[in-house]
């Protein structure tokens, strides 16, 4: 056992830049497709919520499409898949399509949007009728009525469910290694190839551990927070 640590100990200490630079990468992931793909699953939840028949079709329709099939197979038709087309590769977005980052990056904003979409959904259903019936009465208009009444309830009840598409969200980073992109798990896999050990791939296992449990803790206060405003 402790020549497991030492080795992990020189793990570290020789590969730290590595591995820094993987973590910086999963973290960029993650915030930024958090913090996208919340605002898409507000807009997503809404119109089906609140939009016309042909709106709430398609958002019906996009939630089946990207929580019916795998993250990675989403992952994969971006990266690999939509190279294959002369028209992609000749259109401006190629750009961005022809870089693994931002093709993870585009897949996770849009696999977790899909799941958060129906987290807030259920909390504007949950709010009680009366609420909204009541503001009309006063004139209030719908945007104030959205920004002031349905969106601040429904995030609220829906932080336990948020919070736990967080931390999928976290985990889920991984994948973008299947793209060629060094994340944490990416980094940790090449230096297990290079050393024939899975010492890299334990250490990584331990980082993401401590931030599920760090982002639980930080979910956990906002629950205790929602509690006490509701009491």
């Given at each position: 056992m402790d020549a497991w640590f030492t080795d992990i100990l020189v793990l570290l200490q020789d590969n730290r830049a590595e591995?820094?630079?993987g973590l910086?990468?999963?973290?960029?992931?993650w915030a930024t497709s958090g913090v996208a793909g919340l605002v898409l699953a507000l807009g997503l939840a809404l119109g089906a919520t609140h939009g016309g028949p042909v709106v709430r079709r398609l958002v019906r329709f996009y939630g089946a499409a990207f929580?019916?099939?795998?993250l990675l197979v989403q992952?994969?038709?971006l990266y690999?898949?939509?190279s294959q087309f002369e028209w992609v590769r000749a259109s401006a977005a190629?750009?961005?399509?022809?870089?693994?980052?931002?093709?993870?990056?585009?897949a996770l904003t849009l696999n977790i949007a899909a799941y958060m979409a129906e987290d807030i959904r259920a909390g504007i259903l949950a709010i009680p009728a009366g609420q909204t019936e009541a503001a009309r009465a006063f004139g209030m208009p719908s945007g104030t009525l959205l920004r002031r009444i349905v969106l601040p309830q429904a995030l609220r009840i829906a932080t336990p469910a948020l919070g736990n598409e967080v931390v999928s969200l976290l985990k889920a980073t991984a994948l973008v290694s299947t793209i060629t992109v060094f994340d944490l798990?990416?980094?940790?896999?090449?230096?297990?190839?290079?050393?024939?050990?899975?010492?890299?791939l334990v250490l990584a296992g331990v980082v993401y551990g401590a931030l599920t449990l760090l982002i639980s803790a930080g979910?956990?206060?906002l629950e205790r927070r929602r509690k006490s405003h509701a009491a």
């Open positions: 591995l820094w630079e910086v990468v999963t973290l960029q992931l929580r019916g099939t795998p992952m994969f038709l690999y898949g939509l190629w750009v961005v399509l022809e870089d693994a980052f931002y093709c993870g990056l585009i798990t990416g980094v940790a896999r090449r230096l297990s190839n290079e050393s024939y050990t899975t010492d890299a979910v956990h206060f």
